[in-house]
């Protein structure tokens, strides 16, 4: 199904009732497509982070242990500056065009980076391609959630943004095999894995050209007749598939003007004035869930070969129950987040993880364990932080108006990546030599100090936006009241 935009925008207020009716919209083979053209983007970024993690290509571009950090650092940096930018554009040229562009751009980079003859230009194109990951987060999450009708919007969600694991279980299979030089050259097995990003981009970008616009988006920006095709294809889907559309009234209806973009002080307005308890809501989620999860995964390596003496190909086999357990927690607890609540939930996920994290803490401490149940341990955790994390990109979403939805993706995720960038170098100078297994206890107990912070606010200024539209929890910047009034009188 594609659509094209008109390029006219109207000049007065229109009553529109595309805003309820995708809210309301039964599920149909349609949404299958945004979940798998969309939600792949976290398949990819996962995939990435663990080839690059594994390594191999240091010899072939000379490169020493600090340079392969940075390659690391690189690609997150790239992340940053692709959010903010391509964040910013989401809102003002719209989901599809950005979702397209950024994908395309990692494509490109990330094929580049293992064609790369030296390690200027492959650190060059790691950074590009962490800008088309980064443009990602906000262009479609933006995306899902304007498409996915809103009793689904939770699990979807959620499901979507835990595909990261499972891009990085595919990393680190795929790196078993192909880094192995008996199987494959030195110089060849990992240029074989930098591919395989751009190998699953290319189906991802074909499913892609099916995908419209979001009608939503269209109606805010003046393109009302586009937005109303779009919304009565998927109800002919509706029909073909013999299911009931459900009847709206006038009441449901809401007047929109369309208008391009907000000047920085406008910006500023609406995430500290308007809506000031709800970007602390949305930094706290965002910067605690990056820090747990940059502490414990870029570090969970050492602490096994340095206090529980296993090597590196061992240390490696830990990962894929710890991947595991990150996946599952968003598939399995998602659908609660739809039914007992995104508060309730979050909090409760927040606040289990970090007391389990406290009792592996005590019970490392007191050399209780071993590697097996602490990776145990891990995972409890993580089942239930990585349905709190996912929920932090849900929550971003959709507690802001559509006008900013991209761009307060784009903002909370890269203050989330410069907070959480600390948390590697942290606990990996509380390691140490693995001699001394105190500083590594108090470290996991400041992550477990964290997490309760975060479910404390959750729990304080949590939105419960289970089963409501976006336009009711954040009306839009453009809309009216029936007199022809402005519902939100912006600075100019």
């Known amino acids: ?59 072939s ?50 094929a580049a980076a293992g064609l790369a003859p030296n390690m200027i230009l492959f650190l060059a194109f790691r950074f590009i391609s962490g800008m088309g990951i980064g443009g990602e987060y906000s262009a479609v999450n933006s995306a899902v959630d304007e498409l996915i009708p809103g009793r689904f919007r939770g699990r979807v969600d959620l499901a979507i943004n835990g595909t990261y694991w499972a891009g990085a279980a ?20 990992w240029r074989i894995a930098f591919f395989i990003g751009p190998i699953l981009g290319l189906g991802i970008i074909y499913l892609r050209r099916h995908i419209p616009e979001s009608p939503r988006w269209m109606v805010t920006h003046g393109h009302g007749e586009a937005a109303e095709k779009v919304v009565s294809d998927l109800e002919d889907d509706v029909r073909a598939a013999g299911k009931q559309l459900p009847e709206h009234s006038d009441d449901d209806a809401m007047w929109i003007k369309g208008r391009e973009g907000l000047t920085p002080k406008q910006l500023g307005y609406v995430f500290f004035k308007m ?64 039914t007992v609540g995104r508060r309730k939930m979050i909090t409760g996920c927040y606040s289990f993880a970090g007391i389990v994290l406290a009792v592996s803490a005590w019970l490392f401490q007191q050399n209780a364990i071993g590697p097996g149940v602490h990776t145990a341990f891990w995972c409890v955790a993580f089942f239930s932080a990585s349905a709190g994390a996912s929920a932090g990109y849900l929550t971003v979403s ?58 404390a606010v959750a729990a304080v200024w949590g939105v419960d936006a289970e089963n409501k539209s976006l336009e009711e929890i954040a009306p839009p910047l453009t809309s009216y009241d029936e007199d022809g009034n402005e519902t939100v009188h912006l600075p100019v």
């Open 398 to 455: 959709e507690i802001f108006p559509l006008e900013v939805r991209g761009q307060a993706i784009s903002y909370f995720f890269a203050i989330a990546q410069i907070f959480g960038s600390i948390g590697p170098v942290f606990y990996g100078w509380l390691i140490g030599d693995g001699k001394d297994r105190t500083p590594m206890f108090w470290g996991y107990l400041i992550a477990t100090a964290i997490m309760l912070v975060g479910a």
């Open 275 to 338: 809506y000031p308890t709800r970007t602390v809501l949305g930094a706290t989620l965002m910067i605690t869930q990056s820090f747990l999860y940059n502490a414990i995964f870029f570090t969970y390596a050492l602490v096994l070969q340095n206090f529980y003496d296993k090597s590196a190909s061992e240390a490696a086999l830990y990962f894929f129950p710890f991947a595991i357990g990150n996946l599952l927690g968003p598939l399995l607890l998602g659908p609660l987040f739809d």
């Open 61 to 110: 571009l000379d490169m020493s242990a600090a340079d392969v950090g940075l390659a690391g650092t690189v690609y997150l940096v790239g992340q940053v500056f692709g959010a903010i930018i391509f964040g910013r554009l989401t809102d003002s040229w719209g989901r599809k065009r950005l979702f397209t562009l950024t994908l395309a751009l990692y494509l490109v980079a990330a």
């Open 1 to 59: 199904m594609t659509t094209t935009q008109s390029t006219q925008t109207e000049e007065k207020p229109v009553k529109s009732l595309i805003p309820a009716r995708m809210h309301d919209m039964p599920w149909v083979k349609f949404h299958w497509l945004v979940i798998f053209g969309l939600g792949t983007a976290w398949i990819l970024d996962g995939l990435e982070a663990q080839i690059v993690a594994a390594g191999g290509f240091e010899k």
């Open 170 to 189: 595919i990393g680190a299979f795929a790196s078993t095999i192909l880094l192995d030089t008996d199987r494959f050259d030195q110089n060849v097995g």
